[in-house]
DNA sequence: GTCTATACACCGATAGAC
DNA sequence: GTCTATCGGTGTATAGAC
């Protein structure tokens, strides 16, 4: 009787030719925009024909689905590393928290346009992609909580806001900082509203 | 010597097709999606052959253009008819104002994505088509100074945080109220922040 | 299983006849 | 000013070589 191997040789290697294809992919949106994205232009860029990517991905949107997996996975990565980090004080960990997502936000402007802007017009998220996403909207929810930031409608708004100042320092100033050298006013303006303790984020003016 | 005509019949007729095309193109952006505006369509729509659109726009992202010019231009239209129904307390005139802002945006989908989101990758507005959101912008500032509220810093701001409120709308519960309905209470803690007097907008919670 | 060759239907855009 | 014909591009499908 044949003994059987404790690896699967066959499925290391297509799953490393899907990560050398999703690599490229990023590597086409880094350099031409996500747009430019196209089946041609990634296989060239990992030896192969175009229709032979869809031995690997069933369709192009399916090889945006993973990237936008990979991305949120990514950054729920990056925020549950901050695990220990977050201080103590509310204001102070609120400001670390939504600074950490839009300095992500920032170094990478392709991925931003991916994870949270419509950018894609046909594309939407498989469901095993969107966990990462909903895994970080959830932990979001249990940090705010613990600060003493309970009120689902609060979350939101805080979410919204920091969201606007993002999508209007790409929009009305790329590469610049007048809209995202707010956030500390914003979020006191925010803590103040619904009474959280502790000192301003902000030099008064 | 011959008299010359007081009317150029061609010009009226020529610009009389223009608006025709850029009609057909809104109407297909509301049944099918601002992406879905191919110029095979609009040409059906129209009735005439695709090629032939090139009499009256030199590329396809001219007739984005031409919407618009023509979405900002209704816009300024819309809030300069405000003129004289401005409230005359701050916080009330700044709701007032932000309100007419949501209701328009809300009203139609394509023409806020193509006004205020990037959806259309290629297109960048020509000056000309940028002129009336020029004008908004700076009737905006010219109103918000009157309110009381003189620094560009605090307009941006204003105009990013509602922005955030709308595009978190969009994507997150369309054809909801999750977010909409806190503008209000964004309105007040900006109020509040910059020490604009007048009574809160919302009820006391 | 993996990849290639070929083809299809669609896109925006152009050339040239009428 | 509008047409037909066509170009090079796209995503996608499939038959078949290895």
Known sequence: MSALPNRDRRAERREATRRE??????????????????????????????PSLYTHFESKNAIYDAMFGQAWSDYLATIEDLDGELPAAPRKALLFMLMTFVDFATANLPRFQLMNQRVVADFTPTEASYAPSVRVMDLFRERMRTIGIPRAEDVDLCAALVGGLVDAQFANDPGGNRYLKQLPRVLDMFADDIGLPGPTLRRIR
Chains 1, 2 share one sequence.
């Open 21 to 50: 294809i999703v690599d490229a992919a990023w590597d086409i949106a880094g350099d031409d925009g996500l747009e430019n994205v196209t089946l041609r232009a990634v296989a060239e860029r990992v030896g192969m024909r175009s």
